[in-house]
């Protein structure tokens, strides 16, 4: 890629390049290099070359040659990642030859590249793209298009922008090709939680669809124990992945001293914990509601879906008895989290 350098200039090299294979393209600005993301080598010729640096090494590694007449403007580029500099009204001849070195110097091997967006999960050695573990039929070109969207997720590409990026420098078609590719690609990303948007007369946009979390309320009797283990048990294991809280319809005074005792062993610190009354906005918060022994004559109808455990009541137990409920609690709740 040519930047800023005179029309003739472009035209020679292109003439001296072209046989060998080489692809010149021209523009005027550093912002040509959004039509053009995956350029081997560019040549920069314009009036702020330190700026114009800083610009493209934030948005590429690609070997740069700087063109221009000042020494310290040419150590300044060289330091912010310039490959080579040549003076102004440098010959053609040694132009030429010094953008093939740059093309000749090995590129760095090729990355295994994994990237993920809602359940979307996609590997770029292996072209391969999964949803939830399912891999996706997608054609060659479907899969470049997907992972241009991808590696710029949430802004939006123009059509010429995703041509350059998932068909080429080279390809000489319509703007609508875009068009018809995003067509058949929407309906495989479906369950991917990942949306390609249309923003017309633009482009397109990656959009992540925000999947809500479940919520889990723990509901017994005095939420002095059971209930206090488990929302305990949920927010540890999970990692906050799924939120759980818990109450009681008919809340103690404290939690049980035994119940703080096992649960500390376990590396869990309830001392501060305090039994709370089960209301309407809980139970409205909850996607999902575990009840341990919950009062028949207390306990609402719940619109979120219910499931009970048949755990027995610590209160007044052997101590033994409550590393017992304990453990059995622990294992339903890292069941319910791989149910999750």
């Given at each position: 890629?040519?930047i ?6 472009t ?6 390049l072209?046989p060998?294979g080489?692809d010149?393209?021209a523009?005027?600005?550093v912002?040509?290099l959004q039509r053009?993301?995956?350029a081997?080598?560019?040549l920069?010729?314009i009036?702020?070359?330190?700026d114009?640096t800083g610009?493209l090494?934030r948005?590429t590694a690609a ?5 221009g007449q000042?020494?310290?403007?040419a150590a300044?580029c ?11 009204g440098s ?5 030429a030859?010094q ?9 760095p091997a ?12 996609l590997?770029s050695?292996s072209?391969r ?7 996706l039929q997608?054609a060659p070109?479907?899969f470049?298009?997907?992972h241009?969207?991808?590696?710029h997720?949430?802004v939006?590409?123009s059509?010429d922008?995703?041509l350059a990026?998932?068909?080429?420098t ?10 018809v590719?995003?067509a ?5 990303l479906?369950g991917?939680?990942?949306r390609?948007t249309t923003?017309r007369g633009?482009?397109y ?7 809500s979390?479940?919520?889990v309320?723990f509901?017994c009797v005095?939420?002095?124990g059971r209930?206090?283990?488990a929302?305990?048990?949920?927010n540890r294991l999970s ?6 809280q ?6 103690a005074p404290f939690v049980?001293?035994e ?13 501060d914990?305090r ?11 909850a996607s ?18 219910v499931?009970d455990?048949l755990?027995p ?16 609690i622990e294992?339903r709740v ?7």
């Amino acid at each position: 890629m040519v930047i800023g350098a005179a029309t003739s200039t472009t035209a020679e090299l292109r003439s001296r390049l072209g046989p060998s294979g080489v692809d010149v393209v021209a523009h005027r600005s550093v912002d040509g290099l959004q039509r053009e993301p995956f350029a081997d080598a560019i040549l920069l010729h314009i009036a702020d070359l330190v700026d114009g640096t800083g610009a493209l090494r934030r948005v590429t590694a690609a070997p740069l040659l700087a063109i221009g007449q000042d020494e310290r403007v040419a150590a300044t580029c060289l330091a912010m990642g310039a490959n080579a500099w040549l003076p102004a009204g440098s010959g053609l001849n040694l132009i030429a030859a010094q953008v093939q070195a740059l093309l000749r110097k090995p590129a760095p091997a090729p990355s295994r590249t994994i990237l993920e967006a809602g359940r979307l999960r996609l590997d770029s050695g292996s072209r391969r793209a999964e949803v939830d573990g399912r891999e996706l039929q997608l054609a060659p070109r479907e899969f470049d298009l997907l992972h241009a969207l991808l590696m710029h997720r949430g802004v939006v590409l123009s059509r010429d922008r995703i041509l350059a990026a998932a068909w080429g420098t080279r390809f000489v078609g319509e703007p609508k090709t875009v068009d018809v590719h995003v067509a058949w690609l929407r309906p495989k990303l479906e369950g991917s939680k990942v949306r390609v948007t249309t923003l017309r007369g633009i482009g397109y946009r990656l959009d992540v669809l925000e999947e809500s979390r479940p919520h889990v309320l723990f509901v017994c009797v005095h939420n002095a124990g059971r209930s206090q283990m488990a929302a305990a048990f949920l927010n540890r294991l999970s990692e906050g992945r799924v939120p759980g809280q818990s109450a009681g319809t008919r809340p103690a005074p404290f939690v049980h001293p035994e119940v703080i005792q096992v649960m500390r062993e376990t590396g869990i610190d309830l001392s501060d914990a305090r039994p709370r009354a089960l209301t309407p906005e809980l139970g409205a918060w909850a996607s999902r509601i575990i009840t341990m022994g919950c009062a028949e004559e207390d306990c609402p109808v719940f619109s979120a879906p219910v499931e009970d455990w048949l755990l027995p009541d610590p209160a007044g137990l052997p101590i033994s008895a409550v590393r017992e409920i304990r453990d059995e609690i622990e294992r339903r709740v890292r069941g319910l989290i791989a149910s999750l």
